[in-house]
């Protein structure tokens, strides 16, 4: 059963910690391991490579093979449905237009002492986009990564992507195409990370890695940042909705269930005012789970990760949101609208009973790559700003150095950095 739990109860502080601490309890380290694979991956590039891909992929791997060729990819779109493709472009029009809408403007102008100011944004050059493979094979994660960054103008990107047995997907490849990516590799795992990382001699750096996947990956990913830049370190999916009694039960339940059937560390959890109606929900819950393919998986995330909180008004089940800063917010109460200043801390909300998470993991637009495991108390989801740089612009006449110059004077001799003073007096000399 999921976890049930009342503000009323006078323990209820204490189990609440104890129940986000759930999915914590049983994760295992997997540095050294990593650290090893990054190790050899470096200095040994396509040998390590391909040795690791052939064992952890169990398929031959070699250096003509890896790439994904043009004509591998026209053999994918032929096997997708038209359906597909058309969804495909939808999602990826969607997508595209809400990334342009987000592109940041230039700045410059001349202040009050006639120093001129501003900044300029400029995309990362090159970027590596990871993909899960096999069984978490998603088309929509190629869309949300890759279309943010060719709004943003990144020249370069690669996209990296498991192939168990030296199989792929076909969906992904035809998103990948619908996208505008171009240059793809078979590989995967902590492996692929170093690849893009450190470089080897089939596969170029890039600056920055981008994309989910496994605790693998993500610690490589971790290990990685500094060599290049990363987006995040991304956990196990997780849903919050907060519903009224208004709802439809089984509506609920289907949104609680979109996230749990991801993974068995997946959380879903639902915040309600009414006991009864809490009752219900997670009847429906048993009813759906009977129904869906994957109901081994959602079964396990929802018995040992689940909750259900009963509070006494909206306000305090948004403080509770605040205290978990979920990956994905639904607000599914009468009026959202009056909800969302009370929230501070969420990867993306979801406004009133029509809108199920599941329409922003395909085709609202913003990208679906957000915030896990409480992050969101400091971060944002993926968006075009993470394939941008800011560089800012400084410029002084000789009259507008002269009146700044003496404070930058004072504050450098202060800090025993006279150097730096001299460089600003000796322009003022005659």
């Known amino acids: 059963m ?21 999915r914590h309890a049983g994760e295992k380290s997997v540095s050294d391991t ?50 597909l493709i058309k969804s495909l472009k939808a999602a990826a029009s969607r997508i595209r237009d809400y990334s342009e809408r987000q592109m940041p403007q230039d700045l410059d102008y001349t202040d009050e002492q006639g120093v001129r100011l501003g900044h300029r944004w400029t995309p990362i050059q090159s970027v590596g986009l990871y993909v899960p493979g096999g069984t978490a094979s998603y088309p929509s994660s190629v869309l949300m990564n890759a279309i943010p960054a060719k709004v943003a103008g990144v020249e370069r990107l690669v996209m990296v992507v498991p192939s168990p047995e030296g199989k792929l997907n076909p969906a992904l490849l035809a998103a990948a195409h619908v996208a505008g990516i171009e240059e793809i590799y078979k590989i995967g795992g902590a492996q692929a990370v170093a690849a893009l990382a450190y470089g080897t001699q089939t596969i170029r750096p890039v600056d ?65 005012t009414d006991t009864t109606f809490a009752d219900v929900v997670c009847t429906q819950v048993q009813q759906i789970l009977k129904t869906l393919p994957r109901a ?25 949101a605040n205290s978990i800063a979920p990956e994905h917010l639904e607000l599914a109460v009468d009026n959202p609208d009056a909800l969302v200043p009370l929230i501070a801390h969420a990867g993306a909300i979801f406004l009133g009973r029509h809108t199920p998470e599941a329409i922003g993991d395909y085709v609202a637009g913003p990208s679906h790559v957000l915030p896990t495991s409480g992050t969101a108390r400091f971060s944002s989801g993926l968006s075009v700003f993470d394939f941008l740089k800011r560089t800012s612009l400084i410029g002084c006449t000789a009259e507008s150095l002269a009146a700044i110059s003496s404070y930058a004077e004072v504050l450098a001799v202060t800090e025993g950095l006279d150097a730096h003073a001299l460089s600003v007096t000796i322009r003022k000399k005659p």
């Not at 049930?4 to 601490?21: I, N, P």
């Not at 509506?251 to 959890?269: G, R």
């Not at 018995?303 to 909206?314: C, H, M, P, S």
């Open 2 to 22: 999921p976890t049930k739990l009342s503000t009323t109860q006078s323990d209820f502080t204490e189990r609440f910690k104890q129940f986000l601490a759930l």
């Open 34 to 83: 990593v650290a090893a694979i990054l190790t050899q991956v470096r200095n040994e590039g396509d040998k390590a490579l391909l040795q690791l891909t052939t064992k952890f992929d169990h398929f031959e791997a070699a250096h003509d093979s890896i790439r994904v060729t043009p004509q591998e990819i026209a053999n994918a779109l032929s096997l997708c449905s038209p359906e």
């Open 208 to 272: 920055k890695i981008v994309g989910p996947g496994n605790a693998y990956v993500a610690e490589a990913k971790r290990q990685v940042f500094g060599v290049v830049g990363i987006d995040m370190i991304a956990g196990p999916s997780e849903i919050l909705v907060i519903a009224d009694n208004k709802n439809d039960p089984e509506w609920i339940a289907a949104d609680l269930l979109s996230q749990a059937e991801h993974d068995v560390l997946a959380q879903s959890i639902l915040i309600t």
């Open 296 to 320: 081994d998986i959602a079964e396990k995330s929802w018995e040992r990760y689940g909750g259900v909180i009963v509070v006494e008004n909206l306000e305090q089940a948004c403080a509770i």
